[in-house]
């Protein structure tokens, strides 16, 4: 398997060979990755908040898509956003497409995370909150989201994990992350166990790295005992 | 009419569904009073207090603190609910101390008393923190300040409950059993604090079991029934002269624990 000479048709030659795009397909998949967390965190805190609080008619509409994005396929969404939109007349470049539809993907896991989250926090503490006369988004701000967001580390940092591994379905749209770069070097030198072994461990540390922030955030945060 | 009354209540009646819990409680809290609420449990103490803090709206009747009605405006002889703006000054103005405790677990002990100051009151943070410190030390914390909730007892915890509740400078403060979630042994040192508070002038409003706190520090003890208020008057009255039997035999389950 891998052979540590350094010949053509080796892994690590035509690694080096395939260096430049491996190091582009490394960093397709880091910021889109990072950018659909980044979005997915805003929007879906934001949504679980109309979950757990918003005007009826509100909380239905959020309540309606949680559910909807939640039952369907990524790759649906990936493949709608991309070519059903632009039956529309909406052309989105394939990367930002994919964006797009793994952030919708990410929002309403996280939605429904903080939601569980916010609802799992005392209803003592939204009562303190009030007693001392803070308004519902001082509330919100000041007492509960810190704990409900808290609460929800480990699994955000699990729909984190779900994106990074997602983003490999950008490939099928041509949008050259990771594994198409991969795809791509294999079909020129047959290396598939290498590359497809060397694709996999860079998924491996990527994850490793986020779950690694993942606790040390949580250590961070660890006076939030009950 | 004195003017010195701070609460009044009128006819105050609360249902939760089909069940009265306030039948038209009156009631009235003068300025540097302490005045206890007693009655067995689902009599309505806890409700009651929630109604004055807003936490729950009351159906009927009326909560005036200083003549202005708590929750609601009349306008052309109907009742408008305040903005959730107004509702929360109406708040700041009252202060409550729960069972529970209900400290911020993400915030030391002196985070917990500035978060008031700072954001409803708008004090910069160097007087918060002045008036933090002052404050858990008067509860005998300064110690403290920096712990986190969890890093409490439970008396603790319930002392700088207070002293969050008292360093807003509310014009009332309300007690709900604060000495009931702790252990006997840490139930003193929350009643000394309340004391040392009912003695420099404040407000109060207490529910409690701790009769013999209730007949030292009350200046009007309220004896609630089934979500009436069945006797009311000086404690000496209270307690030394029962009216109704359902009062006596409350007060018999505490009995040996003073003379009567
Ligand atoms: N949110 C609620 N929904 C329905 N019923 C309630 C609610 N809160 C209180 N009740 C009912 O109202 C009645 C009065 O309750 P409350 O807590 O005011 O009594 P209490 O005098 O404080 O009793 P305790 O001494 O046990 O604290 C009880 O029968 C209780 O079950
Ligand atoms: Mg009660």
Same mark, same amino acid.
Not at chain 1, 23 to 34: E, K
Not at chain 1, 36 to 52: D, E, H, N, Q
Not at chain 1, 167 to 181: K, Q, R
Not at chain 2, 152 to 165: D, E
């Given at each position: 398997?891998?052979?540590?000479?350094?010949?053509?048709?080796?892994?690590?030659?035509?690694?080096?060979?395939?260096?430049?795009?491996?190091?582009?397909?490394?960093?397709?998949?880091?910021?889109?990755?990072?950018?659909?967390?980044?979005?997915?965190?805003?929007?879906?805190?934001?949504?679980?908040?109309?979950?757990?609080?918003?005007?009826?008619?509100?909380?239905?509409?959020?309540?309606?898509?949680?559910?909807?994005?939640?039952?369907?396929?990524?790759?649906?969404?990936?493949?709608?956003?991309?070519?059903?939109?632009?039956?529309?007349?909406?052309?989105?470049?394939?990367?930002?497409?994919?964006?797009?539809?793994?952030?919708?993907?990410?929002?309403?896991?996280?939605?429904?995370? *903080?939601?569980?989250?916010?609802?799992?926090?005392?209803?003592?503490?939204?009562?303190?909150?009030?007693?001392?006369?803070?308004?519902?988004?001082?509330?919100?701000?000041?007492?509960?989201?810190?704990?409900?967001?808290?609460?929800?580390?480990?699994?955000?940092?699990?729909?984190?994990?779900?994106?990074?591994?997602?983003?490999?379905?950008?490939?099928?749209?041509?949008?050259?992350?990771?594994?198409?770069?991969?795809?791509?070097?294999?079909?020129?030198?047959?290396?598939?166990?290498?590359?497809?072994?060397?694709?996999?461990?860079?998924?491996?540390?990527?994850?490793?790295?986020?779950?690694?922030?993942?606790?040390?955030?949580?250590?961070?945060?660890?006076?939030?005992?009950? | 009419?004195?003017?010195?009354?701070?609460?009044?209540?009128?006819?105050?009646?609360?249902?939760?569904?089909?069940?009265?819990?306030?039948?038209?409680?009156?009631?009235?809290?003068?300025?540097?009073?302490?005045?206890?609420?007693?009655?067995?449990?689902?009599?309505?103490?806890?409700?009651?207090?929630?109604?004055?803090?807003?936490?729950?709206?009351?159906?009927?009747?009326?909560?005036?603190?200083?003549?202005?009605?708590?929750?609601?405006?009349?306008?052309?002889?109907?009742?408008?609910?305040?903005?959730?703006?107004?509702?929360?000054?109406?708040?700041?103005?009252?202060?409550?101390?729960?069972?529970?405790?209900?400290?911020?677990?993400?915030?030391?002990?002196?985070?917990?008393?500035?978060?008031? *100051?700072?954001?409803?009151?708008?004090?910069?943070?160097?007087?918060?923190?002045?008036?933090?410190?002052?404050?858990?030390?008067?509860?005998?914390?300064?110690?403290?300040?920096?712990?986190?909730?969890?890093?409490?007892?439970?008396?603790?915890?319930?002392?700088?409950?207070?002293?969050?509740?008292?360093?807003?400078?509310?014009?009332?403060?309300?007690?709900?059993?604060?000495?009931?979630?702790?252990?006997?042994?840490?139930?003193?040192?929350?009643?000394?604090?309340?004391?040392?508070?009912?003695?420099?002038?404040?407000?109060?409003?207490?529910?409690?079991?701790?009769?013999?706190?209730?007949?030292?520090?009350?200046?009007?003890?309220?004896?609630?029934?089934?979500?009436?208020?069945?006797?009311?008057?000086?404690?000496?009255?209270?307690?030394?002269?029962?009216?109704?039997?359902?009062?006596?035999?409350?007060?018999?389950?505490?009995?040996?624990?003073?003379?009567?």
């Amino acid at each position: 398997m891998l052979d540590f000479s350094f010949a053509p048709g080796t892994f690590w030659f035509e690694a080096w060979v395939a260096r430049f795009s491996l190091l582009n397909g490394l960093w397709v998949t880091m910021s889109a990755s990072a950018l659909t967390i980044l979005f997915a965190t805003l929007f879906g805190v934001a949504m679980g908040v109309a979950l757990a609080y918003g005007w009826w008619w509100l909380r239905l509409l959020a309540r309606i898509y949680v559910d909807f994005m939640r039952g369907i396929p990524i790759l649906v969404l990936i493949l709608f956003t991309y070519y059903g939109l632009s039956l529309f007349g909406i052309n989105l470049p394939a990367y930002w497409a994919g964006v797009i539809a793994l952030s919708a993907f990410a929002t309403a896991h996280i939605a429904e995370t *903080l939601r569980g989250a916010v609802e799992s926090v005392p209803a003592g503490q939204m009562e303190a909150g009030k007693a001392i006369g803070l308004r519902f988004s001082q509330r919100l701000r000041y007492v509960i989201l810190p704990q409900a967001l808290r609460r929800m580390l480990p699994p955000w940092v699990n729909t984190g994990l779900e994106v990074v591994k997602g983003t490999t379905l950008l490939s099928i749209i041509g949008v050259v992350e990771l594994l198409l770069t991969n795809q791509q070097i294999v079909a020129r030198n047959y290396l598939i166990v290498d590359f497809y072994l060397f694709a996999g461990l860079l998924y491996l540390m990527i994850n490793a790295t986020i779950a690694w922030l993942g606790a040390r955030l949580e250590r961070r945060f660890s006076y939030l005992r009950y | 009419m004195a003017d010195d009354v701070l609460l009044r209540a009128r006819g105050v009646r609360k249902s939760f569904g089909a069940v009265e819990v306030l039948k038209g409680i009156d009631l009235e809290v003068r300025q540097g009073q302490v005045v206890s609420l007693i009655g067995a449990s689902g009599s309505g103490k806890t409700t009651f207090l929630r109604c004055v803090n807003l936490l729950e709206e009351h159906d009927g009747g009326e909560i005036l603190l200083d003549g202005e009605p708590v929750g609601y405006r009349t306008e052309g002889g109907r009742r408008r609910r305040l903005s959730e703006t107004a509702i929360s000054a109406q708040r700041a103005r009252i202060g409550m101390v729960f069972q529970q405790f209900n400290l911020f677990p993400h915030l030391t002990a002196e985070e917990n008393v500035m978060l008031g *100051l700072t954001k409803v009151l708008n004090k910069p943070k160097a007087e918060a923190r002045e008036i933090a410190t002052h404050w858990l030390s008067r509860v005998g914390l300064a110690e403290r300040r920096g712990h986190y909730p969890y890093q409490l007892s439970g008396g603790q915890q319930q002392r700088v409950a207070i002293a969050r509740a008292v360093a807003m400078e509310p014009r009332l403060l309300l007690f709900d059993e604060v000495t009931s979630a702790l252990d006997p042994e840490l139930v003193s040192e929350v009643l000394g604090v309340m004391q040392g508070l009912a003695e420099s002038g404040m407000t109060m409003l207490v529910v409690s079991h701790e009769m013999l706190f209730v007949r030292e520090v009350s200046h009007h003890v309220v004896f609630m029934d089934q979500g009436r208020v069945a006797q009311a008057g000086p404690p000496e009255a209270v307690f030394g002269n029962p009216e109704s039997e359902r009062l006596r035999s409350f007060l018999g389950r505490f009995h040996g624990m003073f003379g009567i």
